[in-house]
Each structure stands twice: as C-alpha cells, then as structure tokens.
C-alpha cells in the first residue's frame, strides 16, 4: 500500500500546510501510465493480508505468492497474454527472484495450471544478500558520516555479521547488524537511514496508513473490517531468515533469460549502491565476464543527466542520483521514465 499511496500508484496522499492527511491526488508518474499494476501486501501478515498463521520461511512466501497469482489469473484471463514483470523494493530483493524462479520452474511443468507470462523483473534498493547488503562504514565515512574511529568499529561489526552468515547463525548475524546499524545512527545523530541527505523521519510519509483506514477507502477496497496494517508481526515471523541471501535467486534468473533490473538511489544507506555492486561482482552467472568488462553509460532523463547504467545480456544497473531508499519518492519522474524504458527496451 505504500507502493500504490506514496510512490508510483494511481493516486498519492496529500498533506496540508501542518503536515497532516488532505485527501489524494491524480499521480502524473504512476506506473501505470503504460502499464497494468497489482500491489500485493507481501508477505501474509503485511498490509491487509492475513491468516492464522504468518511465513517464517523465504519458501513459504514464495508459495502464498505462487498460489496468489494463479487464482489472479483465473479471475482474470485477459491479461494472460501480457508480458509479466515481478518488481519490489528493500526486503523485495529476495521477494521478487524467488517467485520468478518459483513461475519458471512451474511453467517447466506440463500439468501447471496456468503458466505465467514472466519475462523479466526489477529490484529497487533491494536486500538481496545481507552478507554484502550489511556492509555501511566505508560508504559512510566516504560520504563524511564517520570518522576513521568509527570506521574501524564498523567494519570490525560487518566482519561479525559476515562471519556469523557464514556460520549459518542467523539470527545471532540479525542481532550484529541492529548493533552495527544503531551504532553509527547514533553517532551520526540522524535517525533516517533512508537518505543521507536527510536526518529526520517525516510522519507524513506513513500517512497512507490513515487514508487506508478511512470506511471510504476500505468500502472501494473491499476489506471490510480487517485492521490496518495487520496487527501480527511477520517481521519477526521471519527474523531467522533475515539475513538468508537471495543472490542464488537472482543468478538462477539471469542464467534462464529473464530480463532484470537493479536499481539504486545513490543516498541510501540501508541498501546503499556500493554493497549491491559486491554482491554483482561476486555473483556467478553466464554474463559475468560480459558484466566485469562493460563500460557504464550515463542516464538522461531529457537532457538532463540523471543517473548512470551499467548493462551486460541481460543484466542492467541502474544508480539514480540524488535519491535515496525508496527511488521513485525521491525522483518521481525519473523512476517512471525508468521503468517504461526498461519494459520497452529502450534502456
């Protein structure tokens, strides 16, 4: 729901001159403009989605996924015959390659029901693979947010966490990457971790949240009663996987032809572009050596230089500048533009 209110839905809340809930507007960079749209509250326990019992593994989100698309498809054949992009941003970085090797391995099938049209997918600032994700001191002291005390302490924190992924202690890696992460907000003394370039949280950005609760908007949503968001905790339904990587996910993609696109705003920190260029350069995948020798080109939004892009087969890398965690927030026109590039093959 923050996807579809906040950034590239339909329509986007809007806030009065105190900062509070004014009503919705028409979005002139939806991504919708040219395409077909579903925003799905994923996992089950997120949103308005619900159940008795939530996901704990990254499989069983993968299947509630599976399951949810082809009952979509039996409501609505007509789109069958559209080609089919799984996009998501953040945690979504595991989301969207697993259901896309889960799709290509069921289409594989001669009994599936219904065999997806998927092509291709993108991943916005995405935790793709925390062992390389989990890694913020050289990035901040780069950018003037440490100093080289700091630094040392972080990187020592990274080290534990990687050595505890590898150790496959999981949840003991989760706990080192929260030490990690409140040890250099608080020496920053900015509690965003969304963009470096802004320190403070604004609560305007979670007023969807009361637009959704509005009886107008759940009679056009048709959810009833159910409370929102769910009132369960999938977070922690799934802690113990957390810092589970999907990198393998994503390779598997790649090696089976599917068109991808990573994307990153160059203030981000949680995801911040020099962890994802890690894991690509430690990623095994039939266009590697293609990837380690291709020049990066810039991006132009108009005349205007927006972001710079990395392409080999049928891998493109995307930083966009001046944005943060969440890209089309922060650059609106930019994101949209992107996209419609992507799914036509302009870019």
């Given at each position: 729901?923050?996807?579809?209110?906040?950034?590239?839905g339909p329509?986007i809340?809007?806030?009065?001159?105190?900062?509070m809930?004014s009503?919705?507007t028409?979005?002139?960079?939806s991504w919708g403009r040219k395409?077909?749209?579903?925003?799905i509250?994923?996992?089950?326990?997120?949103?308005?989605?619900?159940?008795?019992k939530?996901?704990e593994t990254?499989?069983?989100?993968t299947d509630?996924?599976y399951?949810?698309?082809q009952?979509?498809y039996?409501?609505?054949p007509?789109?069958?015959?559209?080609?089919f992009?799984?996009f998501g941003?953040?945690?979504?970085?595991?989301?969207v390659?697993s259901i896309?090797?889960?799709?290509?391995e069921?289409?594989m099938?001669?009994?599936?029901a219904?065999?997806?049209?998927?092509?291709?997918?993108?991943?916005g600032?995405g935790?793709?693979?925390?062992?390389?994700?989990?890694r913020?001191?050289?990035?901040l002291?780069?950018?003037?947010l440490?100093?080289?005390?700091d630094?040392?302490?972080?990187l020592?924190l990274?080290?534990?966490t990687q050595?505890?992924?590898?150790?496959?202690?999981?949840?003991?890696?989760?706990?080192?990457?929260?030490?990690?992460f409140?040890?250099?907000?608080?020496k920053?003394?900015c509690?965003?971790?969304?963009?470096?370039?802004?320190?403070?949280?604004?609560?305007?950005?979670?007023?969807?949240?009361?637009f959704?609760?509005?009886?107008?908007?759940?009679?056009a949503?048709?959810?009833?009663n159910l409370?929102?968001?769910?009132p369960?905790?999938?977070?922690?339904?799934?802690?113990?996987?957390f810092?589970?990587?999907?990198?393998h996910?994503?390779?598997?993609?790649l090696?089976?032809g599917?068109?991808?696109l990573?994307?990153?705003?160059?203030?981000?920190i949680i995801?911040?572009?020099?962890?994802?260029l890690d894991?690509?350069?430690?990623?095994?995948w039939?266009?590697?050596?293609?990837?380690d020798k291709a020049?990066?080109?810039?991006y132009y939004?108009?005349?205007?230089?927006?972001?710079y892009l990395?392409?080999?087969?049928?891998?493109d890398?995307?930083?966009v500048?001046n944005?943060g965690h969440?890209?089309?927030?922060?650059q609106?026109p930019y994101?949209?533009q992107?996209l419609?590039?992507?799914?036509?093959?302009?870019m």
């Open positions: 729901m923050f996807g579809a209110l906040k950034l590239h329509i809340t809007t806030v009065d001159e105190n900062n809930l009503g919705v028409k979005n002139p960079y395409h077909n749209m579903i925003y509250d994923n996992p089950v326990g997120a949103g308005f989605s619900h159940s008795q939530y996901p990254q499989e069983e989100v509630n996924l399951e949810f698309l009952q979509w039996t409501l609505f007509m789109y069958q015959s559209n080609d992009y799984a941003e953040s945690y979504a970085g595991k989301f390659p896309v090797k889960r799709i290509h069921q289409n099938l001669d009994d599936v219904i065999s997806i049209p998927v092509v291709g997918m993108g991943m600032d935790w793709m693979s925390p062992y390389h994700n989990a913020y001191g050289n990035f002291y780069q950018v003037g440490v100093d080289e005390n630094l040392a302490y972080t020592s990274e080290k534990q050595d505890l992924i590898d150790a496959g202690q999981m949840y003991e890696a989760w706990e080192s990457w929260n030490n990690e409140g040890y250099f907000l608080n920053m003394d509690g965003y971790y969304y963009n470096i370039a802004i320190c403070d949280y604004d609560p305007a950005e979670d007023n969807y949240e009361e959704c609760n509005m009886e107008s908007t759940r009679e949503l048709h959810v009833g409370p929102f968001p769910d369960g905790n999938v977070y922690f339904s799934m802690i113990n996987v810092m589970e990587t999907g990198m996910d994503i390779e598997f993609c090696d089976n599917y068109h991808t990573i994307y990153n705003g160059n203030f981000d995801c911040d572009h020099s962890g994802i894991m690509i350069a430690d990623m095994q039939e266009g590697k050596a293609d990837y020049s990066r080109s810039v939004y108009g005349s205007e230089v927006v972001g990395k392409q080999a087969r049928n891998l890398i995307l930083l500048k944005a969440m890209v089309p927030l922060s609106p994101a949209q992107m419609e590039d992507f799914t036509s093959g302009k």
